[in-house]
């Protein structure tokens, strides 16, 4: 074989080795880095979910608090409207029951089972509705 064909097949082995090589340092380069985003993607879906989770915790803990509030405030609203005269105006109620603004507290009467009634000059009254059946029959 003639020598510049020896050479010229080594250089082109050369050249095929070098590219293979070439590929394969690419193609390892690649994964590398699709792995090193992957993992990168999944911290932070970790991170996301754990946050998501902590807000989650944070705002059923809030909801309890307020719900707990609320059940309180209907509950007190209950004992008083059972003791002493069958109805109560709204300003003795707003008085013993603090924190709530007016229709906030009309809620929580009628969560609590009470009933609106209008005494002389329109004053608002409240009384529990098994404590006032007759006046209820009244207005049917």
Request: hydrophobic residues 45%; aromatic residues 6%.
């Given at each position: 074989m003639d020598?510049?064909?020896?050479?010229?097949?080594?250089?082109?082995?050369?050249?095929l080795i070098t590219a293979c090589i070439s590929y394969l340092a690419a193609r390892l380069k690649i994964q590398s880095d699709v792995s090193a985003q992957t993992d990168r993607l999944r911290h932070e879906?970790?991170?996301?979910?754990?946050?998501?989770?902590?807000?989650?915790?944070?705002?059923?803990?809030r909801l309890r608090t307020e719900l707990r509030t609320q059940f309180m405030a209907e509950e007190a609203i209950r004992e008083l409207l059972r003791s002493a005269q069958p109805k109560r105006?709204?300003?003795?109620?707003?008085?013993?029951?603090?924190?709530?603004?007016?229709?906030?507290?009309?809620?929580l009467l009628v969560r609590a089972g009470a009933v609106r009634f209008y005494g002389p000059n329109n004053r608002e009254l409240w009384g529990l509705r098994e404590r006032n059946a007759p006046d209820l029959e009244e207005d049917r």
């Open positions: 020598d510049k064909l020896f050479a010229a097949l080594i250089a082109a082995a050369a050249a879906i970790d991170q996301g979910e754990r946050k998501i989770a902590a807000d989650l915790k944070l705002q059923e803990e105006s709204f300003e003795v109620i707003e008085r013993r029951v603090g924190g709530f603004d007016g229709n906030e507290l009309r809620q």
